[in-house]
T-cell receptor
Framework: DTGVSQNPRHKITKRGQNVTFRCDPI?????LYWYRQTLGQGPEFLTYFQNEAQLEKSRLLSDRFSAERPKGSFSTLEIQRTEQGDSAMYLCASSSAGTGTFGYTFGSGTRLTVV | GEDVEQSLFLSVREGDSSVINCTYTDSSSTYLYWYKQEPGAGLQLLTY?????DMKQDQRLTVLLNKKDKHLSLRIADTQTGDSAIYFCAESIGTGNQFYFGTGTSLTVIP
């Protein structure tokens, strides 16, 4: 198992463009989480999936953000009409139902820069 | 409230002990965690403690929890240069599907 994989590692985009990030969790993990981390801050929760169902969404997840996990395996996070304030590291994590309370396994993140 | 606070910087000499502190506000925390983040990397779980425990030791790491004061600390014994990183405390509440992270403490180990 190669851990949680996120692609791309870095993305630079112009303001107003749409971007999509992908997360491949650990294969036996049925729970998947998206967090956003801005410079000098800790990660902030965005959303959570159990299998293909999106069970929790943060107030931070505006209408421009959408996340999917169509087959309960990989997930995508799309940001439409990007703004400079969207510049951040987007972290994905996964866990299995039995180990969720013992901490997630995080990916290395996708760093988004909006210019 | 889900405020989790940490001091921003800590500098220690190699071989000394490091103590990183964290305070939180929500008394209904179920688990508390320490994560380590190296430059350009994701977060690595170091250790966790259940909220009804006072202390947990794991090799060079000792976690102390004072639930009355809502204070969590991480002690790293015999700190090495490879321990230089940002350390985040985090709490989970209820079902534990959402973690609340502190702002992180940047640990610098001086050779």
């Amino acid at each position: 198992d190669t851990g949680v994989s996120q692609n791309p590692r870095h993305k630079i985009t112009k303001r107003g463009q749409n971007v999509t990030f992908r997360c491949d969790p650990i294969s036996e993990h049925n729970r998947l989480y998206w967090y956003r981390q801005t410079l000098g801050q800790g990660p902030e929760f965005l959303t959570y999936f159990q299998n293909e169902a999106q069970l929790e969404k943060s107030r931070l997840l505006s209408d421009r953000f959408s996340a999917e996990r169509p087959k309960g395996s990989f997930s995508t996070l799309e940001i439409q009409r990007t703004e400079q304030g969207d510049s951040a590291m987007y972290l994905c994590a996964s866990s299995s139902a039995g180990t969720g309370t013992f901490g997630y396994t995080f990916g290395s993140g996708t760093r988004l820069t909006v210019v | 409230g889900e405020d989790v606070e940490q001091s921003l910087f800590l500098s220690v000499r190699e071989g000394d002990s490091s103590v990183i502190n964290c305070t939180y506000t929500d008394s209904s925390s179920t688990y508390l965690y320490w994560y380590k983040q190296e430059p350009g990397a994701g977060l690595q779980l170091l250790t966790y403690i259940f909220s009804n425990m006072d202390m947990k030791q794991d090799q060079r790491l000792t976690v102390l929890l004072n639930k009355k004061d809502k204070h969590l600390s991480l002690r790293i014994a015999d700190t090495q240069t490879g321990d230089s990183a940002i350390y985040f405390c985090a709490e989970s509440i209820g079902t534990g599907n959402q973690f609340y992270f502190g702002t992180g403490t940047s640990l610098t180990v001086i050779p």
